[in-house]
C-alpha cells in the first residue's frame, strides 16, 4: 500500500505541475484543452502536407533531371550511332569500288587471255595445216 500511495501522491504533484487547471492552460484566445489539441493535430496535419508537398517537389525535380540525363544519354547515343553508320557506308562505297576495278581488272585479264588463246591457236591451226600440205606432197 505503501507504494499506491506514494504513486497516487506523485500523480497528484505532476497534475498539479502541469497545471491543468482551464484557467491556466488556456493559450489561444480561451481555447479549452480539446480545443487545444485540435488545433495540434490541425498543425500536425499541415506539417505534414507541407512536408509532402515538398518531397513532391523534390521527386519531380529529380525525375525531371534524370529525364534530361536520359535525353543526354540519348542524343549522344544517336550522335555515335550516325557516325559508325556515316563511317560503315563510307567503308562500303570504298569496298565497292575496289570491286569493281577488281572486276575490270579481271574481265581485261580474261579477254587478253581469250585473244593470247586465240592467236596460239591460230598459229598451231596454221601449222597444222602446214604439215598437213607437206604431208599430202
Known amino acids: 500500500m505503501k507504494t499506491t500511495t506514494i504513486s497516487a501522491l506523485l500523480f497528484s504533484v505532476a497534475v498539479l505541475a502541469t497545471g491543468c487547471h482551464k484557467a491556466e492552460t488556456t493559450t489561444n484566445n480561451d481555447m479549452g484543452p480539446a480545443q487545444t489539441a485540435g488545433k495540434a493535430v490541425d498543425d500536425a496535419g499541415a506539417n505534414a502536407a507541407a512536408a509532402t ?54 574481265a581485261a585479264n ?3 587471255g581469250a585473244k593470247d588463246t586465240t592467236a596460239a591457236t591460230g598459229r598451231a591451226l596454221e601449222r597444222t595445216g602446214e604439215k598437213m600440205q607437206d604431208a599430202s606432197k
Open 53 to 106: 508537398r515538398d518531397a513532391a517537389a523534390n521527386a519531380n525535380a529529380a525525375a525531371d533531371r534524370a529525364g534530361e540525363k536520359i535525353d543526354a544519354a540519348t542524343e549522344r547515343a544517336n550522335a555515335k550511332i550516325d557516325a559508325a553508320a556515316e563511317h560503315t557506308a563510307a567503308n562500303m562505297h570504298e569496298a565497292g569500288a575496289e570491286v569493281r576495278q577488281t572486276s575490270k581488272e579481271a
Open 110 to 112: 580474261v579477254k587478253q
